[in-house]
């Protein structure tokens, strides 16, 4: 899984929370004296209900009232309560997750001019800066980067002013999110650990520099253990939320350094104790969604379609509305593109390539790249990894992933595939992605061997076989398994030792073919079969290759697929 992006859904949650402008409460029961006795809704019970749904918003949002049932609600409690700003910032909440812009805009405007601060004659800049945050927030949730900065900046402004430092703390944590290309915001995004209050944004902070850290390629063990600082600011103050954020964000470290074992264990670990602990509505929240989502990729990958569709319509059930919904629209998008290449139907992939960009902008690039190259298409490919390759923001991961792609576009027999694949492979030793340097490996092994390098194709895939065998999928595995044959065979000195090495390992190929035709990757399953077929030719074993010739010609009657896409390295 692609890491997963960044928490920005649970800071719009805790900005909100703090955000809504209740540093001052109106005396409700004042204002509304005269109050008409015919009224639906008397202030408390408004106070109770816009209280009670503002939380199912912010945690759980199936147990919320559906968007047309609430606004309903929220005109009889504005009609009876017109001073009632909480109602409408519920107004603005409800709005925002219909990604509403100009009626978010409004009810956030309506919030702000009937708020306690504005009732009363405290004009002196107070309140200002909460009205700039969440405009701030507002504008973030719909990618306008630019607006959303000029806001904070006023945010900055007022709460120096004023001398509002919880304010300017959560001011700065949303630069820090909005710049987190950038490794200076995260230095001052630290707020002082001596107000209890701000623990919550400390831990934050602190999950962002272990996020920027990973996909710069910092130390794993650096990373994991100031990640164990969060922890123990959230177990201290009890702030369950962002302890399920911390083992999501451990989940996705563990799938960009190529442990997938393990990231799939702390998915799992995560799914359970929301059952165990006392999460209440938590239990939505998105760091669920994340691990979800990542579960349903991982299970792809072993060959589980069915489970993996159960825990995407899962997701899908219960988390039906963007942001939250992106996380597992991505994995479905990457579901489908793999299984389109397996089964040759590059239409369809490249229709949910173009699903993706909309989603993430390099990955569905990267991904049309990939859809090129399994089907030929080598110059379109290339133009395309070489436009992604001068991106800016391209993090070291999809790098790598770049120049293995490209390497394998050009002619395999050239020199410039070597310096390519050589180029990956420093940079994911670089950065510790070991799962990526065993896949440069695995590719390495097939260019040699195709070069006449036997010795040196051998040495590669057995450097890079444990990995693979221990964390990648199964498709990853069935090759590397092919390829090893391959080198196996070639490798030895005499005819005789060439005909014991392939019956010995005529299991293991078998075993291959499993698992592709559990993927449906018929391609590969003929090569397996061709490639039989030919050695035993050419080692003069007529009995045996008629018999991987005759299983040849019977699974190409059944599963016929054009013949360029045969022998392929990708």
């Not at 507002?138 to 509002?164: N, W």
């Amino acid at each position: 899984m692609n890491i997963a992006e960044s928490t920005t859904n649970s800071n719009n949650k805790t900005t909100n929370a703090e955000a809504t402008i209740d540093e001052c409460a109106l005396d409700t029961d004042t204002v509304h004296q005269d109050r008409n006795p015919h009224s639906k809704w008397s202030p408390k019970q408004a106070d109770l209900f816009v209280t009670q749904q503002c939380n199912l918003l912010e945690s759980n949002e199936l147990r919320a009232l559906p968007p047309i049932e609430l606004q309903t609600k929220l005109g009889e409690i504005v009609q009876d309560n017109p001073l009632n700003s909480k109602a409408y910032f519920l107004g603005y909440m409800n709005q925002l997750r219909l990604r509403d812009f100009f009626g978010a805009m409004d009810a956030l405007h309506r919030s702000f001019d009937r708020s306690p601060l504005q009732m009363t004659n405290q004009y002196e800049q107070k309140g200002f800066q909460y009205f700039s945050i969440n405009l701030a927030v507002l504008h973030a949730s719909f990618d306008h980067k630019r607006e959303a900065l000029s806001a904070l900046r006023e945010c900055i402004m007022l709460a120096q002013e004023c001398g509002d430092k919880r304010c300017l703390d959560l001011a700065n944590a949303w630069y820090c999110l909005l710049n987190s290309h950038r490794m200076y915001p995260f230095e001052k995004s630290l707020p002082d650990i001596q107000d209890p209050g701000l623990m919550q944004s400390l831990s934050l902070a602190i999950q962002f520099v272990v996020k920027f850290g990973a996909q710069c390629g910092y130390m794993p063990l650096d990373l994991f253990e100031l990640l164990l600082k969060s922890d123990e600011l959230n177990s201290k103050n009890y702030i369950l939320e962002h302890v399920s954020d911390s083992l999501a964000l451990r989940s996705a470290l563990w799938c960009l350094y190529g442990r997938y074992e393990m990231s799939a264990m702390y998915a799992q670990l995560l799914l359970n104790l929301k059952k165990t602990w006392v999460f209440g509505d938590v239990s939505n929240s998105e760091s669920v969604c994340k691990v979800l989502s990542s579960l349903a990729l991982w299970l792809n990958i072993q060959g589980e379609h069915h489970l993996s569709a159960v825990v995407l319509h899962n997701a899908r059930k219960r988390f039906p509305r963007y942001p939250h919904a992106a996380q597992w629209m991505i994995s479905e998008c990457h579901i489908k593109i793999q299984q389109c290449i397996y089964r040759c139907r590059w239409q369809e992939a490249l229709k949910a390539c173009c699903q993706l960009y909309l989603l993430d902008k390099n990955d569905g690039n990267l991904q049309r790249a990939t859809v090129l190259v399994a089907k030929r298409y080598f110059n379109v490919a290339r133009r395309l990894l070489h436009k992604l390759l001068e991106t800016s923001n391209l993090d070291i991961l999809t790098n790598v992933r770049v120049l293995v792609l490209k390497a394998i576009s050009v002619d395999c027999m050239s020199s410039q595939t070597i310096e390519l694949l050589m180029r990956a492979s420093v940079l994911a030793a670089s950065a510790y992605l070991e799962y990526e340097h065993a896949m440069v490996d695995m590719v390495l092994a097939q260019v040699l061997l195709r070069m006449g390098l036997i010795q040196k194709a051998f040495q590669a895939i057995k450097n890079c076989m444990e990995i693979i065998c221990i964390n990648g999928g199964i498709y990853d595995r069935a090759k590397t398994d092919f390829i090893f044959v391959k080198c196996l065979v070639a490798a030895a000195d005499s005819k005789g030792m060439k005909i014991i090495g392939l019956l010995k390992s005529i299991p293991m190929l078998e075993n291959a073919i499993e698992q592709f035709k559990k993927l449906e990757a018929h391609a590969k399953v003929l090569d397996i079969y061709v490639y039989l077929a030919k050695t035993f030719d050419e080692l003069k074993e007529r009995e045996e290759r008629n018999k991987y010739a005759c299983k040849f010609k019977q699974y190409f009657k059944s599963h016929p697929v054009a013949r360029e896409y045969l022998g392929m390295i990708f």
